[in-house]
């Protein structure tokens, strides 16, 4: 299984951009059955949890960023999503994608968000 995250860049404050996580070789029966998260780590700091859409379909947020970030996903392309608005210099950090299939724990390669003020 591979995670391809992709659609970071560099954007001005208030700002949107949309990531995309795409999930190859993974099973789609697994993939729609999995917890899928976005994480971000600002430099200097630790990866931090930003976004999740659990199993039963319950979706939550870190507080920085309800109310701009939106997760979705796509079963029949497997690919997960984060939808960010109204972006701040605080956003600013390398966005992973993570799919936890039961025991198991994927994350993508990272995609780099950079927001100017």
């Known amino acids: 299984v591979q995670l391809q995250a992709s659609g970071g860049g560099s954007v001005q404050a208030g700002g949107s951009l949309k990531l995309s996580c795409k999930a190859s070789g993974m099973i789609w029966s697994v993939f729609t059955a999995s917890r899928l998260g976005w994480y971000r780590q600002a430099p200097g700091k630790q990866r931090e949890f930003v976004a999740e859409?659990?199993?039963?379909?319950?979706?939550n947020y870190q507080t920085s960023v309800k109310g701009r970030f939106t997760i979705s996903k796509d079963n029949s392309r497997k690919t997960v999503y984060l939808t960010m608005n109204s972006l701040e210099p605080e956003d600013t950090a390398v966005y992973y994608c993570?799919?936890?299939?039961?025991?198991?724990?994927?994350w993508g390669q990272g995609t780099v968000v950079t927001v100017s003020s």
């Open positions: 993570n799919i936890e299939d039961g025991s198991r724990h994927y």
């Open positions: 859409l659990t199993t039963s379909g319950t979706i």
